[in-house]
């Protein structure tokens, strides 16, 4: 028998150089295949092949070593494509795959294998979207089923992707985050569909104007800015003051009352009568409202409480009037040196 096989198809020399995966011809290509399915599979696989291809194939697995991890890479991904174009079939699950793969492998190439079969490809595209909007990122999801909207999330950054969410219709929101929370493995039908989505996306942003948060990215930049920080703001004034006048609004906004030290907001309390902060904390992120409130004696706080209960509702025009005046006092107490504002989070030490 062993003569049969060798007049057949010689054996390769067992040192022989690992081909890379340009360079491996349809039989290599196939072993490789063969190597990464496990026994089982294989043997399936081997059963179907007639006594001159098994021979072929089983003497290009016995002697193949040292095959390179790009070149594995390379052949699997060229399998899924001849196949999808062959079979009208997707391919097989990450999972089914990661078990075949750990079993051929080992865990740590199977991983490096499928973190390139899975999901790099999308991810640059995904990023070209960070800058866009989450208002409109949410208008173009909002219309997916649920699992695309909750994958479509799972590849954006988790700031963009709260804000994605926010903006999403509020009876639908739970149901998004508990299906991003199930996520484990994507299979690649969902991941295909996922780049079918993205790329209509940022096809919308080549065919028309787009909303982008350059406002709100500005007045960031500002709040961040090392040096003379109002002397950038006249700069910028002099070129248009209705730009200023609402980048000012977001840099000043009412909820960076939240991340102040307690002996600022004493001060800002100096100047702020407990009427106002009653109606401007009406509806206010529990954040603000404990910071605040925090700083109060405690009697003073007990009447506030109560001052809020008789109050009642209060309309969002009247609240956000409120707040905008008592920003307007915070940025000229800042201004004029007499408190130090933190206008955007970082880290403290004490």
Not at 87 to 99: E, Q
Not at 298 to 317: I, T, W
């Amino acid at each position: 028998m062993d003569e049969t096989n060798n007049a057949v198809a010689p054996a390769l020399p067992p040192a022989a150089a690992a081909p890379a995966a340009d360079a491996m011809n349809t039989i290599e290509q196939a072993a490789v295949l063969l190597l990464c399915m496990g026994e089982e599979p294989a043997a399936a696989v081997l059963r179907c092949l007639s006594r001159e291809e098994l021979l072929q194939v089983t003497q290009a697995m016995s002697g193949m070593s040292g095959i390179k991890v790009d070149a594995v890479k390379t052949t699997i991904q060229k399998f899924f494509d001849e196949y999808r174009e062959q079979s009208g079939v997707h391919g097989a699950s990450r999972a089914f795959l990661k078990r075949s793969l750990d079993l051929a492998l080992g865990s740590d190439i199977a991983n490096s294998v499928l973190d390139t079969i899975y999901g790099d490809a999308i991810r640059p595209k995904m990023a070209r979207l960070q800058w866009v909007s989450p208002q409109w990122l949410a208008d173009r999801i909002a219309g997916e089923h649920v699992r695309m909207q909750a994958v479509f999330l799972a590849f954006l950054p988790p700031a963009l992707a709260g804000q994605v969410v926010d903006a999403l219709p509020a009876d639908s929101r739970d149901s998004v985050l508990v299906n991003v929370a199930r996520l484990k493995d994507v299979d690649r039908e969902l991941l295909e569909e996922l780049e079918e989505l993205v790329n209509r996306c940022l096809e919308s942003l080549h065919t028309q104007s787009t909303a982008v948060e350059g406002m709100q990215q500005t007045a960031d930049i500002l709040n961040r800015l090392p040096g003379d920080r109002q002397r950038m703001m006249e700069l910028l004034r002099a070129h248009d003051p209705d730009i200023v006048e609402e980048i000012e609004t977001r840099m000043y906004d009412f909820f960076i009352l939240s991340r102040q030290t307690e002996a600022v907001l004493m001060r800002i309390s100096e100047d702020i009568p407990l009427e106002q902060w009653a109606i401007a904390l009406k509806g206010a992120e529990p954040a603000v409202r404990e910071a605040i409130v925090q700083t109060m004696p405690r009697r003073q706080a007990q009447n506030f409480d109560a001052m809020m209960r008789r109050s009642g509702p209060v309309p969002l025009s009247r609240v956000e009037e409120v707040r905008a005046d008592i920003m307007a006092q915070v940025k000229q107490l800042a201004q004029a040196g007499e408190i130090d504002l933190q206008l955007f989070p970082e880290e403290v030490v004490e």
